[in-house]
């Protein structure tokens, strides 16, 4: 055996959690279920941990190609890494193995949704082991088989919760989510008709700024946006983050968006990165910044806890995306570094935690109530100090006051805008954060106001308890959020191998 | 899952948003062409990887070239895909009779003659000849998913007696369903001991190999197609077979 690397690691990263399906499917409902997927998910916490140190001990900007089959590129598949996919992977892994303990509490049998457990975890591990097929992938095809598996298992985790509402959600978020992947998978088929390679890295070196590539660049924005939903095209989130169960929200707004926008970023900056326009990456940013606004105003004006956080997720992947252009300036390099990547790296992390933290502390918070409403939360601080807390601690994040990762982020997203001369993008940037603090002090002003009635009424009682798994794991992802603000250079070193970080 | 959801149309006869929406498919239909007639009308056409495809055919194990992309070449596509069948049945598998056998023969006092003789004379020739297709796929157009398209539609046919009720949620047919996946990855991953990388098939074995996971494929993939189709019927068929169970006892 030849010496232990990270890209011998990756094929396993993949199959671990299709195992844990193909597990989680055959055991059924049963008493070890809990405690076998936890085991699962340690292992692949593990196993990406290792992946991760292996692949920043390499020193490298990308890790060697796993052959798959010994064909190579045109004729078969590889898988590789650079900076950007092991953080994803690694985001992923962290995600998952919390996320999966909240789980094993919420689909337990002290509550209602226990019963929707046989169904949950296969399609969970399968939408795990998509996710991290897609971040190693060299492949356009590949890559549009990985959207399949998470398009397809995410939208029924949507219906799992049943009612009417998630149902209707599923289904749009089906027929959204496909029609996107239809027109990836068109402009795939025109880039292999110019190209003659599926290989993301031989289609790059004979990309050039001819017709059909620039088609094909159309087409896969149209498709990944659809898929990220970015203002006008978010009009299918709100409805299927919402309503789907607590866990599966978390994931959808954490990693599930953020999936569609790696493979955006890889095929902007990296594949097809010869066609791109300063006009393009302006609309890109125009709508960025037309989401920030409009998703920050719809959560200000939602009475639902839930879809109050989806439609902050809506204004969130606004910021990210003015990172089309404010990479511009640097656009010669034509490639996925410098101080505008570097912002929307470190939001897409600091999102993803914050985020998963909220969603997680405000199904809490609703387990408790007994419903979703906002008026409701009045003083619910009393009851449940601890997921106010963490909901509290995942806004300041998602406003970006310091010290939280939010902070970090957008202060990288303000130096980079003034630096290229960008300034409009910072009053948009600014006014997202305020429309951000009203909506989020919103809910935090009725959760901290005493209300005797309220708080001594019997209704209480009858609502189950929180499990302490799930209250700490929140805390966790909230904690995770603190620590990320001190901690920069971290995430940014994983993202960045070779060049050196600065700016901070 | 989605089964239960209401699809009954009760709009007045000429909807306004239908136009709308006819209307917008034809102009996307018609951007559709303009753009597929202007990206064909492109010189730069490249010759693909066909050329690759006949060079290394002799080394893949099978003479089909479709089947040495989709079971060789790209293998670890296809794997991904039999995820995304699982995936699918997951999401409309009935939750409910975990315990109740995997296969249940019901006695039908009322027989349909002709429905039965059909029954009787086609479904064997299916069967027999989905085998063919998948023994055929090796060196001709055929293959797992043809075979086991045709074990559906013949099972579809069994199904429309109501003599015969499949039990998606028992063990066995999660043991089924599950197969092709199972024993892809199993051969898949023992090749990285054995050849040192993921679904590099040793020349001498590659048939084989491919026949076997295509066989497995096929299992699979029938009862997946079965289970769609028993799930759309489903809503009819409660109450008959609740009947039927009167009946017996």
């Known amino acids: ?504 | 899952m989605f089964n239960t959801l209401n699809i009954e149309y009760d709009s007045p006869a000429v909807d306004k948003s239908a136009l709308s929406l006819i209307a917008s498919v034809l102009v996307a239909g018609f951007l559709l062409a303009v753009t597929i007639t202007i990206v064909l009308s492109d010189k730069g056409h490249n010759t693909g990887l066909a050329p690759l495809i006949t060079q290394n055919i002799e080394l893949s194990g099978v003479t089909n070239p479709v089947t040495a992309v989709l079971l060789n070449f790209r293998a670890y596509d296809t794997l991904l895909e039999i995820a995304v069948l699982l995936v699918v049945v997951l999401a409309i598998l009935p939750t409910r009779d975990h315990h109740a056998p995997f296969f249940k023969r019901i006695v039908v006092s009322k027989k349909n003659l002709v429905l039965s003789a059909l029954q009787r004379w086609i479904a064997p020739a299916v069967v027999v000849f989905a085998g063919y297709l998948l023994w055929a796929g090796a060196h001709q157009p055929g293959g797992a998913f043809q075979a086991g398209a045709l074990l559906a539609g013949a099972s579809v046919l069994m199904f429309q007696s109501d003599t015969y009720q499949v039990n998606y949620t028992s063990l066995m047919a999660r043991v089924l369903l599950v197969l092709s996946l199972v024993v892809f990855i199993t051969i898949g991953t023992a090749l990285i001991y054995f050849e040192g990388s993921l679904l590099t098939y040793p020349l001498a074995f590659s048939g084989l190999l491919i026949l076997l996971i295509e066989t497995c494929a096929t299992v699979s993939i029938t009862l997946a197609l079965a289970s769609l189709y028993s799930s759309f019927i489903v809503s009819e068929n409660t109450s008959v077979t609740d009947n039927k169970h009167r009946t017996i006892k």
């Open chain 1, 1 to 504: 055996m030849n010496e232990l690397s990270s890209s011998l690691l990756l094929p396993a990263i993949v199959f671990l959690p299709l195992l844990a399906a193909i597990i989680a499917f055959l055991i059924g409902r049963n008493q070890l279920q809990g405690r076998i997927n936890i085991c699962f998910s340690l292992a692949q916490f593990l196993l990406v941990v290792l992946t991760t140190l292996l692949f920043l001990h390499e020193q490298t900007y990308q890790s060697e190609r796993y052959v798959i089959g010994g064909w190579g590129a045109p004729l078969g598949i590889d898988l590789i890494v650079d900076g950007f996919s092991i953080l994803m992977i690694a985001l992923t892994g962290l995600l998952t193995l919390l996320i999966t303990l909240y789980s094993a509490s919420y689909f337990s049998d002290k509550y209602s949704a226990s019963e929707k457990s046989l169904r949950f975890w296969p399609l969970w591990w399968l939408l795990i082991s998509g996710l991290n097929a897609l971040f190693m992938s060299a492949d356009a095809f590949n890559i549009y088989v990985c959207l399949e598996i998470i398009g397809l298992s995410a939208a029924a985790l949507v219906a799992l919760q049943g009612s009417r509402a998630a149902l209707e959600a599923a289904l749009r978020y089906l027929l959204v989510g496909l029609l996107g992947s239809l027109f990836y998978l068109f402009a795939i088929a025109i880039l292999y008709r110019s190209h003659g390679t599926l290989d993301l890295m031989q289609i790059a070196e004979t990309a050039n700024h001819s017709f059909p590539d620039k088609v094909a660049m159309i087409l896969i924005t149209i498709g990944l946006l659809l898929k990220i939903a970015l203002f006008p095209l978010h009009f299918w989130l709100p409805p299927a983050h919402a309503n789907a169960p607590t866990p599966v929200s978390a994931i959808l707004s954490a990693l599930v968006v953020k999936a569609s926008l790696y493979i955006l970023i890889k095929f902007w900056f990296d594949v097809l990165g010869a066609t791109i326009t300063l006009g393009a990456s302006q609309m890109l940013g125009a709508l960025g910044g037309a989401g920030i606004i409009y998703g920050s105003w719809c959560a200000f004006r939602a009475t639902q806890l839930k879809v109050l956080i989806a439609y902050s997720t809506v204004a969130q992947l606004g910021y990210i995306f003015l990172l089309f252009p404010l990479s511009e300036y640097s656009m010669g390099v034509s490639s996925f570094t410098g101080s505008a990547s570097q912002a929307a790296v470190y939001f897409i992390v600091a999102h993803a935690c914050a985020k998963a933290a909220m969603f997680l502390a405000a199904g809490n918070l609703i387990l408790a109530q007994g419903n979703g409403e906002i008026a409701q939360l009045k003083g619910i601080a009393v009851r449940e100090p601890l997921n106010v807390l963490v909901f509290a601690v995942a806004g300041i994040s998602l406003i970006g006051l310091p010290p939280s990762a939010g902070f970090i982020a957008k202060w990288l997203l303000l130096t980079t805008a003034i630096e290229s001369g960008q300034w409009w993008w910072v009053i948009v940037v600014i006014i997202g954060g305020l429309l951000g603090a009203m909506y989020l002090f919103k809910v935090l002003s009725l959760a901290f106001s005493t209300d005797p009635a309220v708080v001594e009424s019997p209704t209480s009682k009858s609502t189950p308890q929180v499990s302490n798994v799930m209250t700490t794991v929140a805390l966790i992802l909230a904690l995770i959020t603190l620590a990320l603000g001190f901690n920069a250079e971290f995430i940014l070193n994983i993202s960045n191998t070779v060049s050196e970080v600065s700016g901070i």
